[in-house]
C-alpha cells in the first residue's frame, strides 16, 4: 500500500504542485481504487499500471473541472492572483526540502500543458518504462515518445523563460 | 544526410535516450555541436533531464494514510479516526496472542479466524458478517456485534490484498518463494488440523504469523510500528 501511495501521491503533487489538492487527489483516487477494482484485470498490465491509470483519468477529469469551472467564473486575472498566492504561500520547510532547483523545475512542470506533463512526470519524475505509460495513456509508442520529447524541450524553455539554468 | 534544427529537436529524447546508432548519431552529433540553436538546446535539456532524475521521491505525509482509511473503508466513530481504532483493537488483544509489534493484525487475523474464517482456504464469503455468524461458536456470539465492522474493514483488506499478492506473484518470483521453506506445513512435530495428536492453536498461530507477514508487508503503516 505505501509503494502504491507513493505513486499516487508523488504523480498527484508533481500534477499539480500543490500538496493540499495532492492529498485530496490521492484521496479521491484510493476511493475509485476500491470502488472499481471489480474491473481490475491483469490483462491491463498488472497492479501498479491500473492503479496509475486511475490517479491520471482523475487528474484529468480534475483538470478538466476545474479549467471549466475558471472559465465560467471568466475570471482570467483572478486566476493569475490565485497561482501567485499558491506559489509565494509555500512553506519554508518545503522550500527547503525540495532545493531550489527542484522547486523551480516543479514549478515549471505546472504550466506545461497537461498532455506534455503527464508524460515528463511518468517518464522523469516517476521513472516508468515507455511500455507501462502507453498503457497507462492509452496512446501508440510513437505519441508517447513525442509528448516526452516536446514536454522536456518546452519545459527546458519554460525554464530558462524563469531565468534558471541547471547547471 | 543532413539534418535540420526541427529533426534535431523531435529526435532530441531518442539521442539522450541513447536511442540513436551509427550514422544518425554521429549526423546527430555534427549538428548539434555546431548549431548555434541546437547547441544550447541539447545543454539545457540534457541537464534538465539530469536533474529530473536526481530529484527526491515526493514525501507522503503521514496524516493522509489515515485520510485514505477514513475514506476508504468508512471514517470510525470516534474523532480521531483510524489511530482511535488501532488503539481499540490493542486493547482487545490478549497477551497469550499479543504478537510484538505487530499485535494489531495478530488480533485482527486471530479474531477472524476464531470466527471460522479459513487462511489456509480463503473464501470471501467467510468475510461476509452473516457467515460469520452462522459459523460462530459461543464465544464468537459475544464479540459479534463489536467484530462486524472490523471483519468488514477486514474484507476489503482482504480483497486489495488479494489482488495485491497475485499481481506480485504474477511479476516476480523472489528466490525466497521458490526455495522450499520450512514453512507451517512442512515444519518437524506439526501436522494439520485433522491430527488429534496436535493442538489446533499451534497451526493457527502458524497461519497467523504467516498471514501477517504478508499483511506487514504490504500494509507496513499500519503495523503499529510506523504510527506516529
Ligand atoms: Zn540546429
Known amino acids: 500500500m505505501r509503494r502504491h501511495t507513493r505513486r499516487i501521491y508523488g504523480i498527484c503533487y508533481r500534477f499539480t504542485g500543490n500538496r493540499t489538492e495532492a492529498e485530496d487527489l490521492a484521496q ?16 491491463h498490465g498488472g497492479f501498479a499500471t491500473w492503479v496509475t491509470s486511475v490517479t491520471r483519468n482523475l487528474l484529468i477529469d480534475h483538470y478538466r473541472r476545474s479549467k471549466r469551472d475558471r472559465v465560467t467564473d471568466s475570471l482570467d486575472d483572478k486566476m493569475a492572483v490565485v497561482e501567485n498566492k499558491e506559489s509565494a504561500g509555500r512553506r519554508p520547510d518545503e522550500q527547503a526540502l525540495l532545493g531550489e532547483l527542484s522547486l523551480q523545475v ?32 492509452e496512446v501508440p509508442e510513437g505519441t508517447v515518445k513525442s509528448r516526452i520529447n516536446r514536454g522536456r524541450i518546452e519545459l527546458a524553455r519554460i525554464l530558462q523563460q524563469m531565468g534558471v539554468r541547471p547547471a | 544526410m543532413t539534418w535540420t534544427c526541427d529533426l534535431i529537436e523531435a529526435r532530441l529524447s531518442d539521442y539522450l535516450d541513447g536511442l540513436l546508432e551509427g550514422a544518425e548519431r ?35 505525509p503521514p496524516r493522509l494514510v489515515y485520510a485514505i482509511l477514513d475514506k476508504t473503508l468508512g471514517p470510525r466513530e470516534t474523532v480521531t479516526g483510524w489511530q482511535a481504532f488501532l488503539q481499540v483493537v490493542r ?28 487462511f489456509r482456504n480463503p473464501k470471501l464469503a467467510d468475510l461476509r458478517p452473516t457467515n460469520i455468524y452462522h459459523n460462530a461458536d459461543r464465544q464468537a456470539h459475544l464479540v459479534y456485534a463489536r467484530s462486524v465492522k472490523y471483519v468488514s474493514d ?9 489482488r495485491l499478492r497475485q499481481d506480485e506473484n504474477n511479476l516476480q518470483t523472489t528466490p525466497e518463494e521458490v526455495l522450499p ?40 503503516l499500519m503495523s503499529g510500528r510506523d504510527i506516529r
Do not use: W
Not at chain 2, 197 to 203: L, T
Open chain 1, 106 to 137: 516543479q514549478n515549471a512542470l505546472t504550466k506545461l500543458s497537461p498532455e506534455l506533463r503527464e508524460a515528463v512526470i511518468l517518464r522523469d519524475l516517476q521513472q516508468l518504462e515507455y511500455a507501462e505509460i502507453q498503457t497507462v495513456l
Open chain 2, 91 to 118: 486493547g482487545m488483544a490478549t497477551p497469550k496472542f499479543a504478537y510484538g509489534a505487530a499485535s494489531v493484525f495478530a488480533t485482527l487475523v486471530i479474531l477472524v479466524s476464531s470466527l471460522g474464517f479459513s
Open chain 2, 26 to 60: 554521429s549526423a546527430f552529433e555534427a549538428h548539434a555541436s555546431s548549431c548555434p540553436d541546437c547547441a544550447p538546446l541539447l545543454a539545457s535539456v540534457r541537464s534538465l533531464v539530469r536533474e529530473m532524475h536526481a530529484m527526491e521521491e515526493v514525501e507522503v
Open chain 1, 28 to 43: 479521491e483516487v484510493y476511493l475509485r481504487v476500491y470502488r472499481t477494482l471489480g474491473s481490475y484485470r491483469s490483462a
Open chain 2, 181 to 220: 521453506k520450512s514453512g507451517p506445513e512442512k515444519a518437524p512435530g506439526q501436522t494439520d488440523d485433522r491430527s488429534p495428536s496436535q493442538p489446533r492453536q499451534q497451526n493457527r498461530a502458524n497461519e497467523v504469523s504467516r498471514q501477517l507477514e504478508l499483511l506487514a508487508a504490504e500494509l507496513p
Open chain 2, 154 to 162: 477486514l474484507r476489503v483488506v482482504y480483497e486489495i490484498q488479494s
